[in-house]
């Protein structure tokens, strides 16, 4: 069974702090995302990779960035942790764009900045 | 042009009706529509994809409807349960370099029983 694992499914940080969210997947998955959601916003794009020690902007970059050491985690961080971060945060990945591009996510991290 | 629009935001149905909701979107290089259905707790799961060569797909309850001259398409849900109470989110790929997917904002579907 595939599986997309996000390191916490709640968080709670004070504004200022450098916020890490981890995801990890099983499936050899050249590609990963990272979206945040938002009510009545949908899924919008932060950065996503494309293979190991690639990142590219999504798009609304600002205030966050990425690290992809290996290929399969891809961690999102928040450098200094704003309230108007506070979100639902998904991770996905998905192989080489085939002819289904199906992406397969995580279960979200709530992130809350207080 | 990057954007998709999904109306309504908010949805219900009683059980055995049908359940439609619809996407709009303006980039032309746009080369795959897929819909994915999200639970409570849960992250968004694919459940049925287009491409614009077809008019309609049809996997057992689950229709889309494509129209590419009206740059439209829409999900139908025949004979909703409330099991299918669920957020439906319509994505388009971006079929230039990033391939990367647009998202709708997202419709909140309740089937009342």
């Known amino acids: 069974d595939v599986k997309v694992t996000q390191s916490s499914r709640y968080l709670v940080k004070r504004t200022g702090e450098k916020v890490f969210l981890e995801c990890v997947q099983d499936?050899?998955?050249?590609?990963m995302f990272w979206y945040r959601q938002d009510p009545g916003l949908g899924l919008r794009l932060i950065y996503f990779s494309y293979d190991v020690k690639m990142k590219e902007k999504g798009d609304i970059p600002e205030g966050y960035s990425v690290s992809r050491e290996k290929k399969e985690r891809f961690s999102l961080i928040l450098e200094s942790a704003s309230t108007n971060q506070t979100s639902m945060y998904l991770c996905a990945s998905r192989s080489r764009p085939l002819r289904h591009n199906e992406q397969f996510f995580g279960p979200g991290t709530r992130l809350t900045v207080l | 042009q990057q954007q998709v629009k999904q109306s309504p935001q908010s949805l219900i149905v009683q059980k055995g009706g049908i359940s439609i909701i619809n996407c709009a979107y303006e980039?032309?290089?746009?080369?795959?529509f897929p819909w994915y259905q999200q639970f409570p707790g849960k992250g968004p799961a694919l459940l049925i994809a287009?491409?614009?060569?077809?008019s309609e797909k049809k996997e057992g309850r689950f229709t889309i409807s494509f129209n590419k001259s009206a740059k439209q398409f829409s999900l139908h849900i025949m004979d909703s349960q409330p099991g299918d109470s669920a957020t439906y989110f319509c994505a388009a790929r971006d079929g230039g370099a990033t391939n990367k997917l647009i998202f709708g904002t997202g419709t909140l579907l309740a089937v009342q029983p």
């Open positions: 980039n032309t290089a746009f080369d795959y």
């Open positions: 499936m050899d998955h050249e590609n």
């Open positions: 287009i491409r614009p060569d077809v």
